[in-house]
Structures are given as structure tokens and as C-alpha cells.
């Protein structure tokens, strides 16, 4: 039985000059004899460098080189839609590698490597019974049962809170290393400000320059654009009349600015609520400013007129290319900020009761 490698490509431009020690990645997999796998990683420029290739045969692969300091690195196969990531140091691995589920795969060997898979299986004991109650959510929402609906919910945010917590302390004590930034890394990228601060908070500075790292700082000056306590960014664009409207050129004691569209369904079931609260606060200090990411006009003005919505609106009419959409990193609508007479951001992301409590906390 001969196995074949091909021997990882010298390390030394990603990490700098250092000593190298030796590492190797002994693995198997069935079914995939003849296939092409890449050993990759991040450069300093986010780009994906190759490392090295390896192609299995008799159900073996193997790759070997050598690191000067570990290095976040991704086996994946030739059509690169699976990857397994695999925290890379001076040691011995063993893969046993899942062809249809790369991420499931079986990693042993490395410290760093079993620090993040100690975690992982502590998060999917948290989370064991969650399809359950997905399950059941699904069954008690078709037949109306609103207060089992609610049950479940709750269920859901106490496991959530318990990872959270978890989580924390993971990073309290993992932030100074790549298993800490790859937690972080893999949460969403649109994570809110106050939710990622905390966790960001907690890598080390060498972890926030790492490639992973650099990221993740990327994400959280996007987060902080639109965090609570932030100047809202001014800009200016177009009303259905043709004038130039900026949004810090409209002086009220609160307001809203609404990023929403034609063609959202959500945008336009929550817009019966805006308008209520409209009527109700306009007169006591309150306005809205609605940036619509329509392209079509014809659409755009209709929906104004359908819905009743009798305050002010602009649009560039370049649709999620927005420039205002861009400025405020917006990637899903509706998307409501409440704002204060100085335009320093107060809510952020609010919609239904939170929206009207917000509003009404600042009248």
C-alpha cells in the first residue's frame, strides 16, 4: 500500500522568519480514492493561501511540512464547498474524514485542536434537545397553540443564555489563542455591536491581528456604525419629488429612520404599526425618515400611498446598492433605528412594542 503526499509548501512568507517545527495529517477517508485534497489557510491579506495537496488513494491521505507557530488551516476537497478546519501546530494529527460532511469530521492531536472540539461537543450537549423543540414549534404554531408557542421560546432562550455563558467562559481563558478567534469568527457576521462587543473584548491584541482576526475587527467597526449611543452617519438622497433631503437636515425631538422596501413582505406588515405610532406622537415631537431600497419608482411610490405612510421619504432607487444602505451596513429590511434630537442612535434594529417603547421613553 503506497501512500501518497505531496510535501506542504514552506510556511516562512506566511509567518515570518522563526524556527519550524515539523507537523503531519495522517488521514482516511472512504470512498474518495483518486481525489485532490488542499491543505489552505488565510493569509495576512484574508487571501486563501495553499499549503499543500494531497491526493488519496487506498482510503489514505497525508500531509506534512512544518510551522513556525500555529496557523488556522483548512482541508478541503477539490471543489472547495466542504472544508474542515483544523488548528495546525508542530504535532501529530489523525483525520478521519466524513465525505459527505467535512465539518463532521473525527480531528485527534494538537492542543489547540482538542480545546476547540471540547467545546464544540460541550455546545452540542447544550443545544441536544433543540431539534425537539424546533419540532414541536413547528407542530404548535400550525395548529394556532400561541401559549405552547411561547413555552418553546422561552425553552429556546435559556439554552441560548447557558451557551452564552459558556461561550464567555471559553473565551475568558481561550481569547489569547486561534481556538478563541475561530469561535468568535464563526458567529453570524451581522452580529449587533452589543452582543459582539463583549466577545471581541476578550481576544488578545496578537489574536486580533491575526487573518481570522482581522475579520472579525472589520465586523465590529461595521457593528459599531449603528450601535446605541453612536451618531447616526448623515446622508442625502432623493424625496418622490426630486429634492436632495439629508437626514440630519430634519430636526425633531425623536426619529425614526426606517430602512424598508416595496417587496418586503415584513417591511410591509409592520408598517400599520409605524404609521399608528405616527399619528399618535407626530405632534409631540416625533418624525420619520423611511430610505427605501426599491428600484423601480413606480413600486416605491405606490406602496407610499398604499400604506398610508404621510412622513418623509428618500431613495437612490439602487436597491440593496443603496448608498445609504451601504453607509449603515444594511442586510436585511426592515431595519429601524430610533434616533434622538442630536441624532445619537437610541434604538437599534427595534420593531412592534420596541419600537413604541423606545419612542415613548424619549417623549
Not at 460541550?122 to 408557542?149: N, S, V
Not at 463583549?198 to 459599531?224: C, F, H, N, V
Request: contains cysteine; aromatic residues 10%; hydrophobic residues 40%.
Amino acid at each position: 500500500m503506497r501512500k501518497i503526499f505531496i510535501t506542504v509548501f514552506c510556511l516562512g512568507v506566511l509567518f515570518g522568519c522563526g524556527q519550524q517545527q515539523r507537523f503531519t495529517i495522517t488521514g482516511e477517508v472512504a470512498g474518495m480514492d483518486g481525489d485532490t485534497l488542499c491543505l489552505v489557510a488565510r493569509g495576512q491579506t484574508s487571501e486563501w493561501d495553499t499549503l499543500g495537496m494531497a491526493v488519496v488513494e487506498t482510503g489514505t491521505f497525508k500531509f506534512e511540512g512544518k510551522v513556525t507557530q500555529p496557523v488556522i488551516a483548512v482541508v478541503q476537497g477539490k471543489s472547495r464547498r466542504q472544508a474542515l478546519p483544523l488548528f495546525l501546530e508542530a504535532q501529530a494529527f489523525r483525520v478521519r474524514l466524513n465525505k459527505v460532511r467535512f465539518d463532521q469530521s473525527e480531528v485527534t492531536g494538537g492542543n489547540l485542536q482538542n480545546s476547540y472540539d471540547n467545546f464544540m461537543a460541550q455546545k452540542a450537549d447544550i443545544y441536544r434537545e433543540m431539534p425537539e423543540l424546533e419540532k414541536a414549534f413547528a407542530e404548535a404554531r400550525k395548529a394556532g397553540d400561541r401559549a405552547t408557542c411561547q413555552q418553546l421560546i422561552e425553552r429556546s432562550d435559556v439554552l441560548d443564555s447557558i451557551y452564552k455563558e459558556s461561550e464567555f467562559r471559553f473565551l475568558e481563558e481561550q481569547g489569547k489563542t486561534l481556538a478563541g478567534v475561530y469561535i468568535v469568527f464563526r458567529q453570524d457576521s451581522r452580529m449587533r455591536f452589543e452582543r459582539l462587543k463583549p466577545m471581541y473584548d476578550l481576544l488578545s491584541d496578537e489574536m486580533k491581528a491575526t487573518p481570522y482576526g482581522k475579520i472579525i475587527t472589520q465586523r465590529y467597526l461595521d457593528a459599531k456604525i449603528t450601535a446605541k449611543g453612536e451618531i447616526a452617519p448623515d446622508f442625502t438622497l432623493l424625496t418622490p419629488e426630486g429634492d436632495s433631503l439629508s437626514l440630519h437636515s430634519v430636526k425633531a425631538k425623536v426619529k425614526i429612520l426606517d430602512f424598508w422596501a416595496s417587496w418586503c413582505g415584513p417591511c410591509r406588515a409592520e408598517n400599520p404599526n409605524v404609521v399608528a405610532l405616527y399619528h399618535e406622537y407626530k405632534d409631540k415631537g416625533l418624525e420619520i425618515f423611511s430610505v427605501s431600497l426599491d428600484s423601480k419608482r413606480e413600486a416605491w411610490l405606490k406602496a407610499i400611498k398604499e400604506d398610508g405612510l404621510a412622513w418623509k421619504h428618500v431613495s437612490d432607487l439602487k436597491g440593496w446598492q443603496s448608498s445609504a444602505a451601504q453607509l449603515y451596513k444594511i442586510s436585511g429590511v426592515p431595519s429601524i433605528f430610533v434616533l434622538d434630537s442630536e441624532n445619537r442612535i437610541v434604538g437599534s434594529y427595534v420593531r412592534g412594542e420596541n419600537l413604541r417603547k423606545c419612542v415613548e421613553e424619549l417623549l
